[in-house]
C-alpha cells in the first residue's frame, strides 16, 4: 500500500526547518562564521526548491477557489524572496565578507523569515479543501520533493521558462 504524505503536516513541517535554518543563518552570518552560513544556506537552497515549486505548480493555483487574484501576489512574493536569496548567495560566494556585507545576510534571511511566517497562514485555508483535492496536492508536493530541484537552480531554469 502506498501511502500519501499529509500535505498540510509537510508544509508545516517544512516551514519549521526553514524557519530554523534560516535563524542559524543570520546567526552565523552576525558571528562571522562563513562556512557555517555557507552550508545552511546550502541546506535552505535544497530544502526550499521543492516547496516553492509546489507552492507554484499546485497549491497556489488550487488555493485560487478561496483566493481568488491574491495569488498573483503570492508569486510576486515569491520573486522577492528569490532575489533575497540571490543576494545571500552571491555574497557568501566571497571569499571573505565586511561587517557590512555579513549584516545584510543576515538581514536577507530575516526577510526570509517573514515569507516563512506569511506562508503558513496558507494552511487555514488548505485545511478546507475536500480530500481528493488535498490527495492531488500531496501527490505533487511528492513529486516536487523526488526531482529536488534547489532554489536557485530552479528559479533560473524551470521557473523562469513557464513565466515567459
Ligand atoms: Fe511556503
Not at 34 to 53: D, K, Q, S, Y
Not at 56 to 75: C, H, K, M, P
Not at 141 to 154: I, K, N
Request: hydrophobic share 40%.
Amino acid at each position: 500500500m502506498i501511502t500519501r504524505l499529509d500535505p498540510i503536516i509537510e508544509f508545516r513541517e517544512d516551514h519549521r526547518k526553514v524557519r530554523d535554518s534560516l535563524l542559524e543563518l543570520a546567526g552565523a552570518a552576525e558571528a562571522g562564521d562563513l562556512a557555517g552560513a555557507r552550508e545552511i544556506l546550502g541546506r535552505i537552497n535544497t530544502m526550499v526548491g521543492p516547496h516553492f515549486r509546489y507552492e507554484e505548480e499546485a497549491l497556489y493555483q488550487t488555493l485560487r477557489e478561496f483566493l481568488g487574484d491574491y495569488v498573483d501576489s503570492l508569486i510576486k512574493e515569491h520573486d522577492g524572496a528569490i532575489e533575497t536569496a540571490k543576494v545571500a548567495a552571491s555574497l557568501l560566494s566571497k571569499p571573505a565578507l565586511s561587517e557590512e556585507e555579513r549584516r545584510t545576510v543576515a538581514r536577507a534571511a530575516r526577510a526570509l523569515l517573514v515569507h516563512v511566517s506569511n506562508c503558513d497562514g496558507l494552511n487555514i485555508l488548505a485545511e478546507r479543501l475536500p480530500p481528493e483535492r488535498l490527495e492531488q496536492l500531496a501527490d505533487h508536493y511528492a513529486c516536487s520533493r523526488a526531482q529536488g530541484v534547489p532554489l536557485l537552480e530552479w528559479a533560473d531554469t524551470i521557473r523562469g521558462k513557464g513565466k515567459q
